[in-house]
């Protein structure tokens, strides 16, 4: 829609041009000049269409872009996993080894889901903080199946390095799922059931759980409010390692 907007701008340009009846030459030379003004334009465009989708941080597809792939796998009625993912303790990781140490963390994570993603021919992406999203094709099988291998994964050890040497970290992470048969649902709708599954799973820590229509959010709950009850200082282990 942009592009066509800027040739049809480029072509008015070209038109005033011709009002000015110049030689055949010089004609030329400008169509010339403007083909490249549009060709740069479109490919800023294009590099600012990326910058609006995706994670500065990561790299990984934000929030309305994932909406985008559900909206897709909608339209054609796939069954889709949506696993909203969240990080145990992460704010102690930031709070006790710095900020920089929080997002190499985060960009390492990133990078696991990215591997669980492709193996499932699916999308990962960073919603907000700590809390990223997978969307996984579903089938008949159980869906907590990819999730079980997806926490294992993220719960590696990390090891990062400070301006003092190295610290590992053994990060854990919850889940809460919710599977879209694809029949109408909306990506927002799909999203708030597995956030108040994942506030279930957040209670004990390191789990998943399913949504399930029984599931209900407490009231004086939120996406980023009560549902961290475990953010309190880290226990570090011997060897500089901490437990995310």
């Known amino acids: 829609m942009l592009a066509a907007l800027v040739a049809t701008a480029a072509l008015g340009f070209v038109a005033g041009r011709l009002s000015a009846r110049p030689t055949s030459?010089?004609?030329?030379?400008?169509?010339?000049?403007?083909?490249?003004?549009?060709?740069?334009?479109?490919?800023?465009?294009?590099?600012?269409?990326h910058i609006a989708g995706h994670d500065r941080l990561t790299g990984l597809p934000n929030r309305y872009s994932a909406a985008q792939v559900f909206l897709l796998r909608e339209l054609h009625g796939q069954p889709t996993i949506v696993i909203l993912i969240d990080l145990d303790r992460f704010k102690c990781i930031?709070?006790?080894?710095?900020?920089?140490?929080?997002?190499?963390?985060?960009?390492?994570?990133?990078?696991?889901?990215?591997?669980?993603?492709?193996?499932?021919?699916g999308t990962a992406a960073r919603l907000a903080g700590d809390e990223?999203?997978?969307?996984?094709?579903?089938?008949?099988?159980?869906?907590?199946?990819?999730?079980?291998?997806?926490?294992?994964?993220?719960?590696?050890?990390?090891?990062?390095?400070?301006?003092?040497?190295?610290?590992?970290?053994?990060?854990?992470?919850?889940?809460?799922?919710?599977?879209?048969?694809?029949?109408?649902?909306?990506?927002?709708?799909?999203?708030?059931?597995?956030?108040?599954?994942?506030?279930?799973?957040k209670q004990q820590r390191g789990i998943h759980c399913i949504y399930g229509p029984e599931?209900?959010?407490?009231?004086?709950?939120s996406r980023h409010g009560p549902r961290r009850r475990d953010e309190h200082p880290t226990d570090d282990q011997p060897g500089g390692e901490a437990t995310a």
């Open 25 to 49: 030459r010089a004609l030329r030379t400008q169509i010339t000049d403007l083909s490249e003004q549009v060709r740069t334009l479109e490919g800023l465009l294009q590099v600012a269409h």
């Open 94 to 121: 930031n709070d006790t080894h710095g900020h920089h140490i929080g997002d190499d963390l985060l960009r390492t994570v990133a990078e696991r889901l990215v591997a669980i993603a492709k193996a499932h021919g």
């Open 132 to 201: 990223f999203l997978l969307l996984l094709p579903a089938d008949d099988s159980d869906p907590a199946t990819p999730v079980v291998a997806t926490l294992e994964a993220v719960s590696q050890p990390v090891t990062l390095h400070t301006d003092d040497g190295e610290v590992t970290v053994r990060p854990s992470a919850s889940a809460g799922i919710e599977v879209f048969d694809g029949s109408y649902g909306s990506f927002d709708t799909m999203l708030h059931h597995a956030d108040i599954a994942l506030f279930h799973a």
């Open 215 to 221: 599931m209900r959010m407490p009231r004086n709950a």
